[in-house]
Every structure is written in structure tokens, then in C-alpha cells.
């Protein structure tokens, strides 16, 4: 498997917002519980899952603000494309501000820093520091920010073939 291109997550601390990459997928877990996710496949080896996410924590809570499709064919009539259209119809509302995740339950893993190793295989390149957020429910409940080492160890024991 090619090293997939990373959600984004922008996280606001004070008066000081921070993007980071984000080895996670919440929209995954949405359709997973509704059991209803749209074919959005891609020719991109880079971004199997056809899409990225692009996230925000407020006020400790998890906003999706937009969906970027890899590929699309576009729909004059609507003004989508139609894997865009696709995505919106399965979202519990609109993106307009953003939407709360209330569906997210999990861990997100942020890597920041630089990249250390470069791993040719989903999510598994080493940078040298992991913030990890705690989710439920859409709310923050715990953060940690890690060495990279300490999350490669961190995965090993979740994974055995990390």
C-alpha cells in the first residue's frame, strides 16, 4: 500500500491556530455507523479512501469544515461534483461553519515536526512529535503530545505488524 495523503486539522489555542496533518479518518466512522459509504474511488494510489477532510477543534469540540474529492466529474446543474454531492447527502447536516462530529468516538493522531522516517504504507511514516486528541462524541477529553518513538511503540502494541 502507498503512504495515503493525511486528513488536515486545524486547532485553535488561544489566538494562535495550528494545522496539522492528521493520521485519522472520522468521516469513516460515520459511515460505518450508518452503513452507507459513497463509492469515491480514486486513481490516485495516494488517497485511497478518494477524499481529504479538512477538520477544526473550537472550543474542544470536532468541526468538519469541507471535503475535498480527489476526482470528480462535475454537475453543471447543481454546482457540485458528483462525488461531492455524494459525501453532503450522507452528512448528518450542513458544512456551513462547520459541522460538529457528535458521530466521533476515537483517537486523533496529529504528526508534527519533522519527518523522521518515510514509510511507503498507509499512515506510517515517523515525524517527531504526535499530538494525540481523545474524542467522544465529538469533544475533546484528553491530549497528549508524544515523540515519535513513543508513538511508534504506542502503535506496535495496538498492531502487531506495525
Not at 492528521?22 to 485511497?48: F, H, K, V
Not at 470528480?72 to 450542513?94: C, H, N, Q, R, V
Not at 504504507?121 to 508524544?146: C, W
Request: with cysteine; proline share 5%.
Amino acid at each position: 500500500m502507498t503512504a495515503q495523503e493525511p486528513e488536515i486539522i486545524t486547532i485553535r489555542r488561544k489566538k494562535n491556530p495550528m494545522r496539522y496533518l492528521m493520521y485519522s479518518e472520522p468521516l469513516e466512522e460515520l459511515w460505518e455507523q450508518q452503513g452507507n459509504r459513497p463509492d469515491l474511488q480514486s486513481m490516485r494510489t495516494s488517497n485511497w479512501r478518494g477524499y481529504v477532510g479538512h477538520w477544526s477543534i473550537r472550543k474542544r469540540k470536532l468541526f468538519l469544515l469541507n471535503v475535498e474529492v480527489c476526482s470528480d466529474t462535475y454537475d453543471w446543474d447543481s454546482g457540485l461534483g458528483e462525488k461531492e454531492a455524494m459525501i453532503l447527502e450522507t452528512l448528518p447536516g450542513p458544512l456551513d461553519g462547520g459541522l460538529f462530529a457528535s458521530w466521533f468516538s476515537g483517537r486523533l493522531d496529529c504528526p508534527y515536526g519533522e519527518c523522521l522516517e518515510y514509510r511507503h504504507m498507509g499512515y506510517k511514516s515517523i515525524y517527531e512529535r504526535f499530538l494525540i486528541l481523545k474524542i467522544e462524541n465529538g469533544i475533546v477529553i484528553g491530549e497528549e503530545d508524544m515523540s515519535g518513538d513513543e508513538h511508534c511503540v504506542m502503535r506496535r502494541n495496538e498492531e502487531p505488524f506495525f
